[in-house]
């Protein structure tokens, strides 16, 4: 008869070692989130060394890309050839804020922008990884591929 009481305690139980678990994983993506920012930033600012020294590339975009990396929270890399594009990632905690700004032609005043977020996760094995909003499952490289494709692409 009181079998439904029993039934009742473990939900309470589970409900609560779930909480428990989700504030772990809160508190281990914290510590994450800024090391994958640091990650991904050094992996896009060895990328663009690489971008500019390669005669392929540097035909195609007719200047070389100029990153900027001094700040704490941020980062911009530009393309300065039109169409130009100017990239920021800013780390807000657990997720990189991604702005592009398109300028078509030098007659642009005003650019075309677009953002996004890559949320940064944990997988099974408490990996860390970036997620971006269309479901994309980035490591530190295939993030720093995804954020400057688009430079090369305009």
């Known amino acids: 008869m009181t079998d ?14 779930d909480k428990r678990r989700q504030a772990e994983l809160e508190k281990a993506l914290d510590g994450h989130g800024r090391n994958l920012y640091e990650d991904v930033k050094w992996a896009v600012e060895k990328a663009i060394e690489k971008i500019n020294a390669t005669p392929e590339i ?5 200047d070389p890309l100029q990153y900027t990396g001094i700040y704490t929270s941020h980062f911009e890399v530009k393309k ?9 990632v800013t780390s807000q905690g657990r997720e990189l804020k991604v ?5 078509p032609d030098v007659r642009s ?22 997620r971006s909003e269309g479901g994309e499952v980035l490591g530190v490289h295939d993030a720093a591929g995804y954020l400057l ?4 692409n305009y």
């Open 109 to 130: 005043s005003k650019g075309k922008q677009e953002r996004e977020y890559l949320r940064a996760e944990l997988d099974n094995d408490g990996k860390p990884f970036l």
């Open 80 to 88: 300065r050839t039109f169409p130009s594009v100017q990239l920021t």
């Open 99 to 103: 702005e592009r700004i398109i300028y």
């Open 4 to 17: 439904w009481i029993d039934e009742e305690v473990e939900r309470i139980r589970q409900t609560a070692d």
């Open 58 to 62: 540097m035909k195609k975009l007719g």
């Open 149 to 152: 494709r688009p430079l090369l």
